[in-house]
């Protein structure tokens, strides 16, 4: 019984954090533009909808990895707040690579050099950092406490 109970926090813990991500997300690409939206109700509902197109997204892309990861942190008991956020960011830039939103936009300049790092890689990082710790506030600060005799 207690297995089902965690099961149901795993999945209410993965589906706010891919809320979550999706939200940073969008704040990372159209926050910039958040002073504009505020006057705007039609730009309001874009951006709510880009947070919301974000969440599912991210759900699509990284369910396989993400069920990996949710298995061998249970079996583990892995409870540490660092490694589920550097978990998140490490899935989101695999996803965001192999997705292949990686691929440099840049063309040759001789006014200056494009990033070594692009933004969107950036926010791509920030979203797994945040899915890592929101997932790690709901479910994983008690991974494997299921199987613990009371």
């Known amino acids: 019984m207690r297995l089902l109970g965690r099961i149901f926090v795993i999945l209410f813990?993965?589906?706010?954090?891919?809320?979550a991500a999706g939200l940073v997300w969008s704040i990372g690409l159209l926050g910039?533009?958040?002073p504009a939206v505020s006057g705007d109700v039609?730009?309001?509902?874009?951006?709510?909808?880009?947070?919301?197109?974000?969440s599912g997204i991210t759900a699509s892309l990284l369910f396989l990895p993400t069920l990996i990861a949710v298995v061998v942190a249970e079996a583990f008991s892995v409870r540490s707040i660092f490694i589920y956020a550097l978990g998140g960011a490490v899935l989101f830039?695999?996803?965001y690579q192999g997705a292949?939103?990686?691929?440099?936009?840049y063309e040759e300049s001789i006014d200056r050099a494009?990033?070594?790092?692009s933004r969107e890689f950036q926010i791509a990082a920030g979203s797994g950092i945040a899915f890592g710790f929101v997932y790690w506030l709901i479910?994983?600060?008690?991974?494997?406490?299921?199987?613990?005799r009371v």
Not at 114 to 117: E, F, K, L, Q
């Open 13 to 19: 813990a993965l589906w706010i954090a891919t809320m």
């Open 32 to 34: 910039a533009q958040w």
């Open 93 to 95: 830039l695999i996803a």
């Open 139 to 148: 479910a994983g600060r008690k991974a494997g406490r299921w199987r613990e």
């Open 42 to 54: 039609g730009d309001r509902v874009v951006f709510w909808g880009a947070a919301f197109v974000a």
């Open 114 to 117: 494009p990033p070594p790092v």
């Open 100 to 105: 292949g939103l990686g691929r440099s936009n």
